[in-house]
């Protein structure tokens, strides 16, 4: 059984920096694209990074890009998300995915 699991959310000050972690566990293969989802109250669910498993290519969302970095290891088992120079509008709860698995997300809360 594939699981997911996100930790290293917080309540932090905007302006700092702070990174997400996500394990990955149960999967055989590696061909799945790894990445972070984020949803605020009242508001769609946003892809914020993603990288995808054959090119390793990189995405960021425009919101994002230049604050944020997405990053695994070697192995497709880790996920991280930097998150640098946060602001308020980044309050969510940010859930990792791996292929079709999700986590259960972990929140952040960016005070002003």
């Known amino acids: 059984q594939v699981q997911v699991v996100e930790s290293g959310g917080g309540l932090v000050q905007a302006g700092e920096s702070l990174t997400l972690s996500c394990g990955v566990s149960g999967r055989t293969f590696r061909n799945y694209d790894l990445g972070w989802f984020r949803q605020a109250p009242g508001k769609e669910r946003e892809l914020v990074a993603s990288?995808?498993?054959?090119?390793?290519?990189?995405y960021h969302s425009e919101s994002v890009k230049g604050r944020f970095t997405v990053s695994r290891d070697n192995t497709y088992t880790i996920v991280n998300l930097q998150m640098n120079r946060v602001i308020p509008e980044d309050t969510a709860t940010y859930y990792c995915?791996?292929?079709?698995?999700w986590g259960r997300g972990t929140q952040v809360t960016v005070s002003s």
């Open positions: 995915f791996s292929g079709p698995d």
């Open positions: 990288i995808t498993w054959n090119t390793g290519g990189i």
